[in-house]
């Protein structure tokens, strides 16, 4: 099963940029859907952003125009890149792979945290 891990996250500004990655190991050429995830202590998780090939890509309304998902296929990794970050942006990222026998794969988190 496909491993995946993030990183990148960390404390911004208001209006301040951050790119987390997301590397995945072990089987990486059958990943069909690539989506970030994040959560607010006390809330549901909810979809950033996804790639697929069947859908393409998706964002979440809240991060139109703000945040930009994309992959290197070369290195098995998916990147999320943060712009003009606000701190409802504030959250735990976590990201996700499911392969094409949709087995499911979580990382496990990182933090962001974008102070006013």
């Known amino acids: 099963q496909v491993q995946v891990a993030e990183s990148g996250g960390g404390l911004v500004q208001t209006g301040g940029s951050l790119t987390l990655s997301c590397a995945a190991s072990g089987g990486a050429d059958n990943i069909a859907v690539w989506t970030w995830y994040r959560q607010i202590p006390g809330k549901q998780r909810e979809l950033v952003a996804s790639m697929s090939r069947s859908e393409g890509i998706r964002y979440a309304d809240s991060v139109q125009g703000r945040f930009t998902i994309s992959r290197d296929n070369a290195k098995n990794t998916m990147y999320l890149q943060m712009n003009n970050l606000k701190p409802e942006d504030t959250a735990v990222y976590y990201c996700?792979?499911?392969?094409?026998?949709?087995?499911?794969?979580w990382g496990q988190g990182t933090q962001v945290t974008v102070s006013s």
């Open positions: 996700h792979v499911q392969d094409w026998y949709y087995l499911d794969s």
